[in-house]
């Protein structure tokens, strides 16, 4: 009971499920050139860095978006 | 008097051919429009010396820029940087939105030091999903074509006189609006939607301005 609630990694967590679902292999393309697939984004999540919590960031935003109606 | 905007368009490799064909659309619409003429960099001629001397001896009000970027430089034809910290003061007065990944962040911020009306870009990499069958006709690519709808907004809104701020709000309704509505058989036939709709959310999240908001073409 004494666990303390921890919202960011609890965010993590809904988010790496969520991506987990998909086909690893599916690919988004970037304006850079390159593509990066579930796969890879998952590991970014996994390891925390930059893309990671961008990546995120972005998903808890759609989750909102498609829930309510977030305000743009 | 006409309004001057420039528009680069390089088509080398795959998403720069997807890019051209987003701006499409702008490009059709802009034709008859007798009050605003168009200089297009298309193909070959997107290249740094072009730039230059159509934003030094024309003196575009607007700057579509579309191509790869990074956090420091945009890009034309073959990957040459066509704007940069050397030359991003000829922005000076001017507009420039770029289709870009990352630009907004440092060249953004400096092209309003030196000057430049309003800088609208992306805070991070841009996004989009393709379905890979259609990559040599992007134009037929469904897969693509909320991400087209809400950048084809951006620059609508723009060159038609709705100010920056106006216009980023109109692709960010774009993207809102696929994002909730995305995901139906018909669109979704192979079940991208939610690849398809996180995407969607990075370029909304992202996609940002510096400068003056209430600046107009």
Known sequence: MNEKFDLEEERKLLVLERFKTLNPDAKISLGGGEEITVKKIIYHIEKGDDFGKKAIQVQIKMLQVLGSGVPS | ?217
């Open chain 2, 1 to 217: 008097m006409s309004k001057n905007f420039v528009i680069t368009r390089p088509m080398h490799d795959m998403v720069t051919s997807y890019l051209y064909d987003f701006s499409k659309q702008i490009v059709e619409t802009v034709k008859s429009a007798k009050d605003i003429h168009v200089t297009r960099l298309d193909g070959h001629s997107a290249t740094r010396a072009n730039f230059e001397k159509v934003l030094t001896k024309e003196n575009p009000r607007l700057a579509f820029l579309n191509g790869h970027g990074d956090r420091k430089n945009v890009a034309g034809h073959d990957d040459e940087i066509i704007l940069d910290e050397q030359n991003i003061g000829l922005t000076k007065d001017k507009i420039v939105y770029a289709l870009s990944c990352d630009s907004l962040e440092e060249l953004g911020q400096l092209a309003i030091r030196k000057g430049a009306k309003a800088y609208v870009g992306y805070k991070a990499r841009f996004m989009f999903i393709r379905d890979p069958t259609r990559e040599n006709t992007p134009s037929k690519d469904n897969n693509a074509l909320p991400f087209k709808r809400a950048c084809s907004a951006l620059i609508n809104s723009l060159v038609f006189g709705r100010t920056v701020i106006e216009s980023i709000d109109e692709a960010k309704k774009e993207y809102l609006h696929s994002i909730r509505s995305y995901g139906t058989e018909k669109d979704d036939p192979y079940g991208d939607a939610p690849l398809i709709r996180f995407a969607l959310a990075w370029d909304l999240e992202f996609l940002d301005m510096y400068g003056d908001p209430h600046a107009k073409f």
